[in-house]
């Protein structure tokens, strides 16, 4: 993902939002989006699986489109907003996929769950009421080592419903 032209970088520093706090980081090429995001700024709720942009499990919200943040340099998010799986919540009140992954009990070990949440956030900021196609397609990608698909896919038509009544909300 190149840059959108808005680039901010002070030296050999980059500056980008990530769960909506502006953040500045060191700018060395060596350096993937995972890596900043788990080990340097502590945010250990994206996952490292694969680490080849396989397994979805490291997906993380890149204005807005779902992105493997292990295959993704630090240098691409300068100027842009990132958002991780702790990004969605405010406060106590779940996003409404995350609502709906509990109430579907859409995980067993957890490990894919971050990464499904965010594949199925990007999906319903575009296409609020998808098909079982287009959540397929969707989540394509993403390796959940339990095999809980099924419930998965049952998660995003419940965050669907969720976030087109008056009480839900997908942002």
């Known amino acids: 993902m190149p840059g959108n032209g808005n680039e901010r970088r002070t030296g050999q520093e980059i500056r980008f939002r990530l769960n909506g706090v502006e953040r500045s ?4 090429p060596d350096r993937n989006l995972l890596y900043v995001v788990r080990e340097e700024l502590g945010l250990t709720g994206t996952k490292y699986g694969c680490g080849e942009g396989e397994c979805g499990a490291c997906k993380v919200l890149v204005d807005g489109v779902a992105t493997r943040a292990c295959k993704t340099p630090i240098g691409e998010v300068a100027g842009r907003s990132v958002t991780t799986i702790e990004g969605l919540a405010n ?8 609502r ?5 009990g859409a995980f067993q070990c957890g490990f894919c769950t971050p990464g499904m949440i ?7 900021q575009r296409v609020p009421a998808p098909n079982e196609a287009e959540v397929r397609a969707a989540m394509d990608g993403n390796l959940c080592r339990c095999g809980g698909y099924l419930r998965i ?3 995003v038509e419940r965050a669907s419903r969720l976030a087109r009544s008056p009480s839900g909300r997908i942002r």
């Open 25 to 28: 980081v060191p700018l060395r």
């Open 91 to 98: 406060g106590l009140d779940l996003h409404p996929v995350q």
């Open 100 to 104: 709906a992954f509990l109430e579907a």
């Open 118 to 124: 965010i594949a199925a956030v990007s999906l319903l």
């Open 153 to 155: 896919l049952e998660a």
